[in-house]
């Protein structure tokens, strides 16, 4: 038997009772882990990363283990570099790959793959290598599905410049917001996943870009499977040749398609959580969240409307700054309820407290288009309740975000769950 067929005959097990990855690959004959480095055109850094990727494993790793150099159709002298490494190390593998694409080079390696245990890292080697062992263990012992590397652990210590900082920070803000993701750090290129995992998610991984991590991640997370995540320590690239632009335009695109699939049960994340005796989480779902808010949204609305009209004698400002706090808490409560599915008195307050500072933003944005609307002329009840309406209409979406995103993201609420 292969080694996917004997961990996949436990693959209905308990995790606990799950088998010890490193005894399943010595009995079969394979290494425990296999390390793929995706390349385009490092000509430059190839060789020295190897070499010292290959060392640490040799003297610091206690189990068997390969490298994978997978080669994304480079033109320069990439392939040779490549083949010599193969050559001067039996635990380095060569692949090449006629067309480029990081996840499609993890695919087709993964999939072939003979190991126990699945890597990846970025070949500048940015994550210290010290958290490699940490990053499988878990996986080794069957205790989890995946492993990912984070840099935005308070345990984690990096070097990198403000602006990656900020598209990071803000990429994963927008993972947690749309598919309500739980996992910190989507783009981190420092990856693992058991072998008998990764044969059956990845016929559901369709990206072939930077997106393949964070699609396989997200799949994983609602079909019920655990992800360990271990702080790391990461140094930037400075030649990053990224195309930071491309990559977020790509990356919105396959959030979009994910929402879509989601929504219309086209993923079949019942069937691949039963596969492994979990229970797939549905209870993030954008869509019945979005109705579920709307619906307390119109209601708002309705009152914040009824109330600024009851008010309107103290002013326009007035009024509207106690109809929308008013609306704002009420709010805040029906929504930690009902569509988050938040219960019992723990971290009220909080809830609150965010909630007003969500309010903040509304109020900033509603009060902004009225002093707008009266600057420019002496407007007619009808025109100012419709400016009103169209302000908050987009404060709502902005509310949405933020209450998915920040305030009642599940990694931030102990007790809780989704109706």
Same mark, same amino acid.
């Given at each position: 038997m292969t080694i996917i067929e004997v961990l996949g005959d436990a693959a209905h097990e308990d995790f606990a009772r799950r088998p010890n990855a490193a005894l399943v690959a010595a009995e079969c004959g394979?290494?425990?882990? %296999?390390?793929?480095?995706?390349?385009?055109?490092?000509? &430059?850094? /190839?060789a020295a990363s190897i070499h010292r990727l290959h060392q640490h494993l040799s003297r610091d790793f206690p189990f068997t283990f390969r490298i994978t150099v997978a080669d994304n159709a480079s033109v320069d002298d990439t392939p040779v570099i490549a083949a010599a490494l193969a050559a001067e190390f039996p635990e380095v593998r060569n692949v090449r790959l006629e067309q480029k694409g990081r996840g499609r080079a993890l695919h087709a390696v993964w999939s072939a793959s003979d190991a126990a245990v699945l890597a990846y890292m970025d070949v500048d080697l940015s994550t210290d290598l010290a958290a490699l062992a940490p990053l499988v263990a878990s996986l080794i012992s069957g205790h989890s599905d995946l492993a990912i590397?984070? @840099?935005?652990?308070r345990a984690?210590?990096?070097?990198?410049?403000?602006? @990656?900082?900020?598209?990071? =920070?803000?990429?994963?803000?927008?993972?947690?917001?749309? !598919?309500?993701?739980r996992f910190s750090d989507a783009q981190c290129g420092f990856k693992a996943i058991r072998s008998d995992v990764a044969r059956e998610l990845l016929p559901y991984v369709q990206d072939t870009g930077w997106f393949f991590d964070t699609? /396989?991640?997200?799949?994983?997370?609602?079909? +019920?499977?655990?992800?360990?995540?271990?702080?790391?320590?990461?140094?930037?690239?400075? %030649?990053?040749?990224?195309?930071?632009?491309?990559?977020?335009?790509a990356d919105l695109k396959g959030i979009a398609r994910l929402l879509k699939a989601f929504a219309r049960g *086209?993923?079949?994340? *019942? &069937? #691949?959580?039963? *596969?492994?005796?979990?229970?797939?989480?549905?209870?993030?779902? !954008?869509?019945?969240q979005a109705v579920r808010f709307g619906?307390?949204? #119109?209601?708002?609305?309705?009152?914040?409307?009824?109330? $600024? /009209? /009851?008010?309107?004698?103290? +002013?326009? *400002?007035?009024?509207?700054?106690?109809?929308?706090l008013v609306t704002a808490v009420a709010n805040t409560a029906a929504n930690r309820r009902f569509t988050f599915g938040v219960r019992g008195s723990a971290d009220v307050a909080r809830h609150q407290f965010e909630g007003l500072v969500v309010f903040t933003i509304g109020l900033a944005f509603t009060s902004a288009s009225l002093a707008a609307l009266h600057w420019?002329? %002496?407007?007619?009840?009808?025109?100012?309740?419709?400016?009103?309406?169209?302000?908050?209409?987009?404060?709502?979406? !902005?509310? $949405?975000v933020l209450l998915r995103g920040?305030? $009642?993201?599940? =990694?931030?609420?102990a007790v809780g769950g989704a109706l």
């Open positions: 394979v290494p425990v882990l %296999d390390v793929v480095v995706p390349v385009y055109n490092e000509e &430059a850094d /190839l590397g984070t @840099r935005l652990s984690s210590r990096v070097v990198r410049g403000p602006k @990656r900082e900020v598209i990071s =920070r803000c990429y994963n803000l927008i993972l947690k917001s749309t !598919l309500a993701a699609e /396989l991640l997200v799949l994983a997370e609602r079909s +019920g499977l655990r992800i360990h995540e271990v702080p790391v320590d990461w140094i930037d690239d400075p %030649d990053s040749r990224v195309d930071i632009v491309a990559t977020a335009m *086209q993923i079949p994340v *019942q &069937a #691949i959580s039963a *596969q492994f005796g979990r229970r797939a989480d549905a209870s993030r779902s !954008l869509l019945g619906a307390i949204g #119109i209601l708002s609305t309705v009152a914040y409307l009824l109330l $600024f /009209l /009851l008010l309107r004698p103290l +002013g326009p *400002q007035t009024a509207n700054l106690i109809a929308l420019v002329t %002496d407007p007619p009840r009808l025109l100012e309740l419709t400016v009103l309406v169209l302000a908050n209409l987009g404060a709502t979406a !902005l509310r $949405f920040w305030v $009642f993201h599940p =990694r931030r609420n």
